[in-house]
């Protein structure tokens, strides 16, 4: 400092006031001088080779990509995490499942940044990260709905309605609260277009000021509990989660042939021990080993080219091809001569009712 010049003001980072060095860099918008190259969140950060070169020492993969996460971390990954955090929060799970989720979330959700947006890559990382934990489809939709509305939004209910008193305002309300619609003219009656969510289930609504038409209205999807009042039936699922997870597929930012899902804990999840009648019949004819790895080894292919088709489909035929490789025809014959079964109930040695046990996993 000796050397300075006191009458001479240093030159200011015209973005963040910053003062700029000898060379006119700014290291707050360089993050620490790092030029070569940029990413979507920022400055983009040095390689192995160059952060060996700083550190003096061999860098591995796990440590280059926590440096790499670190600069990412920064001010233009502030929202992507909050996005991120306070979807995972609504989960049931321990702390450290949270936590583990959270930071694969955000390496993940940064791939997809470019292509999607903070929100919907966001919501697919996180997404991604709960179906491979084993979470269903729907459980994972209305957690995620939570924060995200959007994505636990259903087809609208279109109610044919009576409004005795035109000069009064109607409204519908939802459990306790006002819902918005959408109102249209229909001769002496109107047609209200109501917005419906997965967590409408069984809520009762009430129409104030109109009364429900005897005709043209979807009776599968309400029960009419008086003229103006009816609870919510809603067999359909969301696919608002599965357009955004595709979307995410198809951007072609993931690895070729990479699965969303973890192909273990799929496998841990539609295992053979949850069908114990299948279990019994391929231990006692001592193939149960050999068709438990090839069903594995069959499932990890599907899932890496599934064509967003279910897990639960995919481990189904996963089995049943398996079986049909590893178990000899007249053997199956056999168990089902020995026990009486039926030979439509069958599939090889698989028992065809008992994949009921998975479905009922998936909600």
């Given amino acids: 400092m000796s050397g300075a010049n006191p009458e001479r003001e240093p030159e200011l980072c015209e973005h963040c006031g910053s003062p700029l060095d000898e060379s006119g860099l700014c290291w707050s918008c360089s993050g620490g001088g790092f030029q070569s190259g940029s990413s979507p969140v920022g400055t983009a950060p040095l390689d192995r080779s160059e952060l060996a070169k700083v550190l003096g020492r061999g860098v591995g993969d796990r440590a280059h990509g926590a440096y790499s996460l670190s600069m990412q971390q920064?001010?233009?990954?502030?929202?992507?995490?909050?996005?991120?955090?306070?979807?995972?929060?609504?989960?049931?799970?321990?702390?450290?499942?949270?936590?583990?989720?959270?930071?694969?979330?955000?390496?993940?959700?940064?791939?997809?940044?470019?292509?999607?947006?903070?929100?919907?890559?966001?919501?697919?990382?996180?997404?991604?990260?709960?179906?491979?934990?084993?979470?269903?489809?729907?459980?994972?939709?209305?957690?995620i709905a939570r924060v995200h509305p959007r994505v636990g939004r259903l087809s609208s209910l279109v109610l044919r309605v009576y409004a005795p008193d035109e000069a009064s305002a109607v409204d519908v309300i939802v459990g306790t609260r006002?819902?918005?619609?959408?109102?249209?003219?229909?001769?002496?009656?109107?047609?209200?277009?109501?917005?419906?969510?997965?967590?409408?289930?069984?809520?009762?609504?009430?129409?104030?000021?109109?009364?429900?038409?005897?005709?043209?209205?979807?009776?599968?999807?309400m029960k009419v509990l008086g003229p103006s009042k009816f609870a919510l039936i809603l067999p359909e699922k969301t696919f608002q989660l599965f357009k955004i997870l595709e979307e995410a597929r198809l951007s072609g930012v993931n690895p070729a042939g990479e699965p969303a899902v973890d192909p273990l804990n799929v496998v841990r999840k539609y295992s053979v021990a949850r069908l114990p009648f299948t279990e019994?019949?391929?231990?006692?004819?001592?193939?149960?080993n050999r068709v438990s790895a090839r069903?594995?080894?069959?499932?990890?292919?599907?899932?890496?080219?599934?064509?967003?088709?279910?897990?639960?489909?995919?481990?189904?035929?996963?089995?049943?091809?398996?079986?049909?490789?590893?178990?000899?025809?007249?053997?199956?014959?056999?168990?089902?001569?020995?026990?009486?079964?039926?030979?439509?109930?069958?599939?090889?040695?698989?028992?065809?009712?008992?994949?009921?046990?998975?479905?009922?996993?998936?909600g």
């Fill in 74 to 143: 920064a001010e233009g990954m502030s929202h992507l995490r909050e996005e991120i955090g306070s979807m995972v929060e609504q989960f049931n799970a321990s702390q450290q499942t949270k936590n583990s989720v959270k930071q694969s979330s955000e390496r993940n959700a940064v791939k997809l940044l470019p292509e999607l947006g903070p929100t919907k890559a966001a919501v697919a990382s996180v997404a991604q990260e709960f179906l491979s934990l084993g979470r269903s489809f729907a459980e994972v939709s209305f957690f």
């Fill in 178 to 221: 006002k819902r918005d619609f959408k109102s249209y003219s229909d001769g002496l009656y109107r047609r209200l277009r109501v917005s419906l969510y997965c967590w409408d289930g069984g809520a009762v609504v009430e129409l104030r000021n109109a009364v429900l038409c005897r005709r043209g209205n979807p009776l599968k999807r």
């Fill in 280 to 288: 019994k019949f391929l231990r006692e004819t001592g193939h149960l």
């Fill in 295 to 362: 069903y594995s080894a069959i499932l990890r292919k599907k899932l890496a080219n599934g064509d967003g088709r279910m897990p639960r489909k995919l481990a189904e035929e996963s089995l049943v091809e398996a079986c049909h490789t590893e178990v000899p025809g007249f053997v199956s014959d056999l168990v089902v001569n020995r026990y009486r079964l039926k030979a439509s109930e069958m599939n090889s040695l698989v028992v065809l009712p008992e994949l009921e046990a998975w479905r009922r996993m998936d």
